[in-house]
């Protein structure tokens, strides 16, 4: 059986029937992760609390009482939740050492439901990035790098260039998260989305990710950057699994004040077989400047097969689309300089030593405390927020906003259940290069085609698509309409069963290779 089958409740099935135990699943991962170490994933390993919770979901599985199918999982969570008794930093040096009281809410219903935290992922500092390589605890290196698939086609361009500067980028922010569930050393893991920080890093790493709707999850106990655009991010193996993980994670918290009202009710996926019943937009102005023939061309091979399965594809205008990426920096940045205000040494994080002066304090804590990415940002921000300029930018991107929001209501209005675009421009770029320009004009180029889903609040998700002419993947977006995540991955699971995206074959797995990896390798754990 494929990974990409999502065969309903195989690793849950073996579970139920003893054929493997939590803590054998737990220990392959934690070896695995122990063997993978080279590629930075983890900033934080939980092996002592990940093999208690593993012990404890055996002890409900020998009693025939399991909270679920995520009981004994294995799962991993971005560095930017909030973990109790676990270090929470969002790779910064602000919070290094940070331990927060409770967990984020998202954490809290994963591990209510039986689901083991074997650990932490590496980030770009506060989520501030497209590349995962603006962390202080160094870059993340796509699993793909060392996959036969690459490693095959990637031929060095000199005799001194080997494998250790060869490696590509795994994207960002989420770029953790991305490589952990790439490289098998857990089933999912949380990210968090404000400009496409799970769906680009998922794209480069090949895997599924999914942004919902606004409001959907809980983002109390995710350090915040935009609050009006943050959502906690789903990476999985098979678009199956991110359901799976939704139905766990969505519904109203007190504690989050913009989560919906309503009761969230979980769902399987069905297998779709007639397509003929839906309506694909394809927006024309995401034929954006720098896409990669290879993609344009990926992107039109998808459209022809949802037309010869019998779907209406159309081609749709969202004419605001050019502007989105200036408004999004603009409202982003702001809302980054007003967030970031609360790291001032006092109350929690790093403290500077300096006596002189209050004022002194707070300028070296923040000094020593930020990396210049952030700093840059929360400059621009207090620009945009200064009182000369609050109308001329501030006030005047929110107007754009809401029109960028209203091309996306027009079109679903006229018909259209989904959206099909690229994820991103390319593949992923060699960390050599990618680091050349500098982390805003990388931001701005690889969060052209996310963002606007952040903008309007929309649910959106990348699929794994293909491997491109290098061996590296290469993913596509669907955009849904607001809340109707049980749609889009409908057509997400569907075109997934078209593609059969092919398994990254990595020589750390081969050699950890035996009955229990067998499972995990052959399927999801829904």
């Not at 793909?144 to 690459?150: F, G, I, L, P, V």
């Not at 799970?198 to 995710?222: E, Q």
């Not at 027009?410 to 675009?421: A, C, H, K, N």
């Amino acid at each position: 059986a494929a990974l990409k089958d999502g065969l309903r409740s195989q690793v849950s099935a073996a579970l139920k029937e003893g054929r493997v135990t939590p803590t054998e699943l737990c220990q392959r991962c934690l070896a695995l992760i122990k063997s993978t170490k080279f590629l930075n994933a983890y900033i934080t390993v939980a092996e002592e609390t990940a093999l208690k919770q593993a012990e404890e979901s055996e002890e409900r599985y020998k009693r025939g009482q399991p909270l679920g199918i995520l009981d004994g999982i294995p799962i991993a969570v971005k560095d930017n939740f909030n973990t109790a008794g676990i270090e929470t930093t969002c790779a910064s040096n602000m919070l290094k050492g940070y331990i927060s009281p409770y967990n984020a809410t998202v954490v809290q219903k994963l591990l209510d439901r039986g689901a083991v935290l074997v650990g932490k992922t590496n980030l770009d500092e506060f989520a501030m990035g497209s590349g995962s390589t603006d962390g202080v605890f160094g870059p993340v290196r796509n699993p793909w790098s060392y996959s036969k698939q690459y490693k095959e086609k990637s031929v060095p361009k000199s005799h001194s260039e080997d494998e250790e500067s060869n490696w590509v980028i795994t994207g960002g922010s989420s770029g953790g998260s991305a490589a952990a569930v790439s490289s098998f050393t857990c089933f999912a893991a949380l990210g968090s989305d404000t400009g496409g920080s799970t769906r680009n890093p998922a794209a480069h790493c090949g895997v599924v990710g999914l942004k919902p709707t606004y409001g959907l999850i809980s983002r109390h106990g995710l350090i915040p950057l935009v609050n009006s655009m943050d959502v906690p991010g789903i990476l999985t193996r098979c678009v199956d699994d991110a359901a799976v993980l939704l139905g766990s994670l969505a519904g109203h918290d007190p504690k989050d004040s913009t989560t919906i009202q309503d009761v969230f009710k979980p769902f399987e996926l069905p297998n779709l077989t007639d397509v003929s019943k839906l309506s694909i937009g394809i927006p024309k102005e995401y034929h954006a400047p720098g896409l990669s023939s290879e993609i344009v061309a990926l992107w039109s091979k998808a459209t022809d097969l949802f037309k010869n399965a019998g779907a209406k594809v159309v081609e749709v205008s969202l004419p605001h689309t050019p502007y989105s990426i200036v408004c999004y920096h603009v409202l982003c940045t702001a809302e980054v300089a007003s967030n970031m205000a609360r790291f001032d040494g006092l109350e929690y994080g790093h403290r500077s030593d300096t006596k002189e002066s209050t004022e002194s304090m707070y300028a070296a804590t923040r000094r020593e405390g930020f990396n210049d990415v952030v700093r840059g940002r929360i400059l621009s921000g207090n620009y945009f927020l200064l009182k000369q300029n609050y109308e001329k930018y501030f006030v005047k991107a929110q107007k754009v906003r809401r029109l960028i929001a209203n091309d996306f209501v027009q079109v679903f209005r006229s018909g259209i259940d989904i959206l099909l675009t690229p994820t991103t421009l390319s593949d992923a770029a060699p960390y050599t290069e990618f680091i050349q320009e500098d982390n805003r004009t990388r931001s701005a180029q690889d969060d052209i085609l996310t963002q606007a889903a952040n903008m309007a609040g929309l649910p959106a998700i990348n699929v794994p698509t293909a491997l491109s002419e290098r061996g590296l993947p290469v993913g596509l977006q669907f955009i849904g309409r607001s809340f109707q995540e049980k749609q889009l991955l409908t057509v997400a699971k569907w075109f997934e069963k078209q593609v059969q995206f092919p398994m990254i074959q990595l020589e750390e797995v081969e050699r950890h290779d035996s009955a229990v990896f067998q499972h995990q390798k052959s399927a999801s754990f829904s």
